[in-house]
């Protein structure tokens, strides 16, 4: 470890003389920088107050031609004044001055850039323009007048040239002012990049070329003892490849060791095969050589495999991943492997991912094995169970068909021969034991029609003799007379159904619980009974507008009753039905039972 910080110290002195030459580079390109930005800003400062300069000669010249201007036309308004006969010439030279002293005037005031006059007059001269404009307007008009031949006072026309010479010679002094006042200024600057750069100049050498020089001298001293120490460095590091070439060897020969008795894979970030052992090559029955091949290839049984792979490679952390897996090949025998994702890391960054796989086929197959075992042994008893129900449900059957059978025939015809008895007995009128007889034979004919309705509910005829929906239809209409109740059959093109008998009876006991259900504890007032059948599916829905239910309570509902939820839902899946309900508290119930036709002869 001493050898190896030993190693790294002098690599790093062997790197300082292109640290060093790097860094003296940065510091005189620094220096450089420094001066040629602090000579082109003086430059740009002095080449505008040049600039500036040159625009206040044009404006002084401008400016002293205005007064020779002023008085040229002045002479020449008298002299055409005074002429005996005014030529035309003398009044064109007097209009063109005039106009040239009024455009040279406009621009001097305004600065606009007309006649090469750019920038701006300063507060003191546009007052002073401000002020002499008047006189100037005056004599303007004046000059115009004597033109155009009006008449005009000669003494009040030199009062207005005067007065305009003196107030123009405090413009043009005024300019001459401002224009030393930039050159005093200019000098001030020139001075103050002085001083500036020489300051400059005084802080490089010691802050930027003393250190620099400094630092060089130090990085040559390192050179020197680097090399002493690179020369010491060279004989350890001779015995130090020795020492890796035997540990090398026997790293080869655990590897091999590895190689052939565990089964895994290095891959890079994406899933591509950078080494593979040779174990896990024979598994997956790999030929050849497959680096650079996602692993993906071999461990995925369709594109849904493919995605999950491919997702966990992108969005894998640091926790390791573990799954278990089936791989197919061709061929061969389905294996199922225990695999678990490593990721590896180096300076704080995913480097690559390790696969370490685990053959566990036996512990599946076990494992299938006994779930089919247990599935078939649930299977048989739900079987079982089925057949049991079924055997009670027949019997319960069978003996609704006994006591109907004897109550038609022995209770039945007993209260019919008793009603007749009763109707053929005479009794004088006044007979005080008429009403009784009245009485006595009215509670026959109940008695008698409520044997009737008992015998139709435990089996009715019609289901027997013309099938579930005739039965569905005779049950609607006795429920009806007898509740007051509105329940109504749709049973549209269904009328010839016939199934067996078993089946017919099973259907008929739903629908009849479901109808006396919504009479007793929804309190419905319409039922509809709707009988639908399609190429494939007997559909039988049971819609009334009661009370509703929640179907979390429905057990505690009916427990009372002995009958049920479940007891439709036994039934149903006895004869291969499925059954579904829906309801709500205040909206009514909806039961409906679905049958499929085709596994029904």
Known sequence: MDNQNKIQETNGKARAPHEAITMLRKYYFLALSIILLTILSSQVFIFNHLKEQNSDSRVINIAGRQRMLSQKLVKEVLYLKSSIAPDDSTKWRISKNLETWTTSHTALKNRNGSMGL????????????????????????????????????????????????????????????EANQRVNALQKLEISFLIISII?????????????????????????????????????????????????????????????TTMFASLDNAGKIKYISEKFRNLLNIKGDVVGKNIVEFLANGQSDV?????????????????????????????????????VYRFGMRFELFLICSDITKRVLATQELNKLNREKYEDELKEQKSRSSQILNAQEEERKRIARDMHDGIGQMLTALKFNVEGITVSNGDPNGEKLKEINALAKNIIQEVR???????????????????????????????????????????????????????????????????KYSHASIILIKISRSEDMLSIAIIDDGSGFDLNMANKHVAGSGKGITNMKERASMINARLFISSEIGTGTKITINLPLSNLS
């Open 453 to 519: 309705t008992t015998t139709f509910n435990l089996t009715p005829p019609e289901l027997t003799d013309y099938g579930i929906v005739a039965a569905i239809k005779k049950m609607s209409v006795k429920l009806q007379n007898i509740t007051g109740h509105q329940v109504m059959v749709s049973a549209d093109g269904v009328q010839d159904l016939r199934f067996d008998p078993a089946l017919e009876i099973n259907l008929y006991r739903i629908v009849q619980e479901a109808v006396n259900n919504a009479l």
């Open 118 to 177: 750019s920038g701006s007059n300063s507060a003191d001269i546009s007052a002073k323009f401000a002020d002499i404009q008047p006189v100037f307007e005056a004599l303007r008009n004046s000059i115009l007048n004597v033109v155009n031949g009006k008449d005009v006072d000669d003494r009040e026309m030199y009062q207005l040239s005067e007065t305009f010479l003196d107030k123009m010679d405090s413009i043009v002094f005024t300019y001459d002012a």
């Open 200 to 260: 400059v100049l005084v802080l490089e050498i010691l802050l930027i070329f003393r250190p620099a020089s400094n630092y060089a001298s130090d990085i040559i001293n390192k050179l020197t003892t680097a090399e002493n120490e690179a020369l010491s460095l060279a004989a350890q590091n001779s015995k130090l490849f020795k020492d890796l070439e035997l540990s090398t060897e026997e790293l080869r020969a655990m590897n091999y060791a590895l190689d052939h």
């Open 307 to 343: 995605d999950r792979f491919m997702s966990v490679f992108k969005n894998m952390k640091s926790s390791v991943w573990y799954d278990e897996i089936e791989v197919s090949q061709a061929g061969q025998q389905k294996t199922y492997l225990d695999v678990r994702l490593v990721p």
